[in-house]
C-alpha cells in the first residue's frame, strides 16, 4: 500500500537539531521519516548513538560520514537516498535539513498539493516551496513570484532544496538532486520546471543556526541544545486550514524562540556570510523596528534584551564593526577617485 508523504531529514554535525526536526514531524504525526545523518567527528557520531532512542520512531535512519569534498557535503547524497526510499512507496517526498522545524500539519497540505498538479496538467517536473516567507531575509517575499492565474497561486521556474516533491504517477520520475543548489536551480529554470509556493507552507527555519565548516561546528547552540522544541508557534496563532491558504505569511509573525531569544527579524542563514547585517539593518527598516530588536521567549518584541541572545553580542559587535570598516574605506575610496579626478583636470 502506498502512504502519503515521506519527510527526508538530513543533518550534519548538530545532533540536537537533527533530533528536533525529526521529531517536530513525528510529533505531529505529519508521516513517516527517513532521516540521515552525516557525522563530523567520532563524538558527533557516539552523540547521536546515545541519543538515537528519541527517534526510534522514524522508518528508516542512515548514519555515514559526511563528505566535505562535495559542494553540498552529504547533503545531495542523502537527499537521493531518501527519494529513492520514498519512489513507490509513497506519493509525496518532502526534504526538510536539520536547521528546520515543521511547524504544523494537516492533511489538506497534500489535498490543495494534488489539486494544483492536476490543474496545471501533471507537469513531469514540479515541486512546492514549503518554507514560511522570513522577512528578515526577503523583506518583500512575494515580490520573487509570480501570481498564476491558472491555479490562483503564486509560481515560478526553478528548484530548491527544501521543498515537497510530488512523486506519484511518473511525476519528478527522472529527478535527482545534483551540482550545487543554484546550479540545480538554474537547470530548472533553463528546463522550466514550475515551483509552486506553496499556500500552506509548514517549514520554520531556525533563526540564526549553528553551522558546520571544515569539520567544526560554529555559533555554539549550547543555550538551545535541552530546548525542545526549539521553535513554537506563537500564542493565539492557529493556521486556518479550512480557507484557501494561508498567504500573506511570515515566520516573524507566527513563530518565536522557546526558551532562547534571538534578533528580530530573523536570520535564516549563514552569520559567516559578509551580507548578513546590511540585509538585517534593511528589513528592520522595512518592517519599522529598531536594528537592535529581540524577539524572547515569551514572544514579545524588545527593543533590546540583556539575557542569552542569538547571535551572540560578540557576533554582533564583530560583524557590526567589520560593516562599519567596509563602509568607512568605500567612503575613503570614492574620495580618493575624486581629487584623483580633479587633478586630472
Avoid at 44 to 68: C, G, M, P, Q, Y
Avoid at 209 to 225: G, I, K, L, W
Avoid at 269 to 276: T, V
Wanted: glycine letters at 4%; a positive charge.
Amino acid at each position: 500500500m502506498v502512504s502519503r508523504i515521506l519527510h527526508v531529514v538530513v543533518g550534519s554535525g548538530n545532533v540536537p537539531y537533527f533530533i528536533n526536526a525529526i521529531r517536530s514531524i513525528l510529533d505531529l504525526d505529519a508521516g513517516d521519516v527517513f532521516a540521515a545523518y552525516n557525522f563530523i567527528s567520532e563524538d558527533d557520531r557516539s552523540e547521536l548513538k546515545r541519543r538515537k532512542h528519541e527517534i526510534a520512531s522514524a522508518k528508516h535512519l542512515e548514519v555515514f560520514e559526511n563528505d566535505t569534498t562535495l559542494r553540498t557535503g552529504s547533503l545531495y547524497l542523502a537527499n537521493n537516498a531518501g527519494l529513492s526510499f520514498g519512489r513507490g512507496n509513497y506519493d509525496f517526498v518532502s526534504f526538510v535539513q536539520a536547521d528546520m522545524q515543521l511547524m504544523w500539519w494537516n492533511e489538506k497540505i497534500l489535498d490543495r498539493s494534488r489539486d494544483i498538479v492536476d490543474s496545471l496538467g501533471s507537469p513531469a517536473r514540479i515541486s512546492f516551496y514549503t518554507q514560511l516567507p522570513i522577512l528578515g531575509k526577503h523583506s518583500r517575499p512575494y515580490e520573487r513570484w509570480d501570481r498564476n492565474d491558472r491555479i490562483e497561486e503564486f509560481s515560478s521556474f526553478g528548484h530548491v532544496d527544501v521543498c515537497l516533491l510530488p512523486i506519484y504517477d511518473s511525476l519528478n520520475s527522472e529527478f535527482r538532486f545534483e551540482g550545487s543548489e543554484e546550479s540545480l536551480s538554474n537547470e530548472s529554470v533553463r528546463n522550466r520546471d514550475i515551483i509552486i509556493l506553496h499556500p500552506f507552507p509548514f517549514i520554520a527555519p531556525i533563526p540564526f543556526p549553528a553551522t558546520v565548516r571544515d569539520r567544526r561546528v560554529h555559533q555554539s547552540s549550547e543555550d538551545r541544545r535541552n530546548s525542545y522544541p526549539i521553535l513554537k508557534v506563537e500564542e493565539g496563532y492557529s493556521p486556518n486550514f479550512m480557507s484557501t491558504g494561508l498567504h500573506p505569511i511570515s515566520m516573524e509573525q507566527t513563530i518565536r524562540p522557546n526558551g532562547w531569544a534571538c534578533l528580530f527579524p530573523y536570520w535564516p542563514s549563514d552569520l559567516e556570510s559578509r551580507n548578513w547585517l546590511p540585509r538585517h539593518m534593511e528589513s528592520a527598516k522595512i518592517v519599522r523596528v529598531p536594528v537592535f530588536s529581540v524577539k524572547d521567549a515569551t514572544g514579545q518584541l524588545r527593543r533590546w534584551f540583556m539575557g542569552a541572545l542569538f547571535p551572540s553580542r560578540a557576533v554582533i559587535l564583530a560583524s557590526t564593526l567589520i560593516f562599519v570598516a567596509r563602509e568607512l574605506r568605500l567612503v575613503v575610496w570614492r574620495k580618493v577617485r575624486l581629487v584623483r579626478r580633479i587633478l586630472r583636470t
